[in-house]
């Protein structure tokens, strides 16, 4: 698939993405000289994030917005005449088939947040935390077992002890973005490598994480084991763990704020009680 082309000829790129990285690479790619955006698939409505946003570029670049479901019943009529060089998925969580796999001229690459061969499938940013695994995203080819492709370029994501789901999901999709920009150059020119992953790696299945939100308060464990669970879930928007106590269901999050090596003050009617 991944064969010598003429680098000065317009590249073809079929989009399929999702979210703030999709919407920052497609404005991207059509500001690029080099580039056709010969369309873009997207979530389906129900479950798409800054499709309003996707939307409204498309219209205005002139770049076809197609749904997933739609691209997939009529491929022959919509895609296979696209003629791509490239497909790119970018934050897209729908698995491409054979057919699409095969359609470019020169590769399909997809870009996973997270450090491969490590936290495959979803909620990497939490389980990089919960495993003790690398934290980073991953540009690879894409190949019909999913993120088992050889990989093209990485950036490792720092997540420090203070971090919540929120930073860290936010650190992997500003990382996401500066990762595929600064790899773009090189597939367009063709001067790029693919190297296989190092090992089978680790996948979770989203039942993992549904069991591991769900906490049990009679479970035994560490004081830290239980505040890197609680930090990797919170979200500002109210998400969290889920704890069922006297037949009552909680949200339950945490923020950790570093504070100066001196005494804390307990609000309380004794002025005097602190902690140092």
Not at 19 to 35: D, F, H, I, M, W
Not at 75 to 99: K, N, T
Not at 233 to 242: E, K, L, T
Request: proline letters at 5%; charged letters at 25%.
């Amino acid at each position: 698939m991944h064969t010598s082309m003429d680098e000065n000829r317009t590249q073809r790129v079929l989009l399929c993405i999702d979210n703030r990285a999709g919407y920052e690479t497609l404005r991207y790619l059509v500001a690029r000289p080099g580039v056709e955006v010969v369309a873009a698939i997207m979530h389906p409505e129900k479950n798409a994030t800054f499709r309003d946003e996707i939307l409204a570029f498309c219209a205005e670049s002139g770049v076809p917005a197609i749904d997933i479901r739609q691209a997939r019943k009529q491929f022959d009529q919509l895609i296979a005449p696209l003629e791509p060089d490239f497909i790119v998925s970018i934050f897209f969580d729908y698995i491409l088939d054979d057919r699409f796999i095969a359609l470019p001229k020169r590769d399909a690459i997809n870009l996973h947040p997270g450090y491969l061969p490590y936290n495959k499938g979803f909620y990497y940013y939490a389980w990089a935390v919960l495993d003790g695994t690398p934290a980073g995203v991953s540009i690879h080819r894409i190949v019909s077992e999913v993120d088992a492709g050889p990989i093209i370029s990485q950036m490792r994501v720092t997540v420090d002890p203070h971090d919540t789901g929120e930073t860290i999901y936010d650190k992997h999709m500003n990382a996401s973005i500066a990762l595929f920009k600064s790899t773009w150059p090189a597939l367009e020119s063709d001067i790029y490598k693919v190297f296989p992953q190092r090992h089978a790696g680790t996948r979770k299945l989203i039942t993992e994480t549904n069991q591991a939100i769900e906490l049990d308060p009679y479970e035994t464990c560490t004081t830290r084991e239980l505040i890197d669970k609680l930090r990797v879930f919170s979200f500002s928007s109210g998400a969290g763990c889920i704890v069922r106590i006297d037949g009552r269901k909680y949200v339950v999050g945490i923020e950790l704020i570093e504070v100066a090596d001196q005494n804390i003050r307990i609000p309380g009617k004794r002025d005097n009680c602190v902690v140092s």
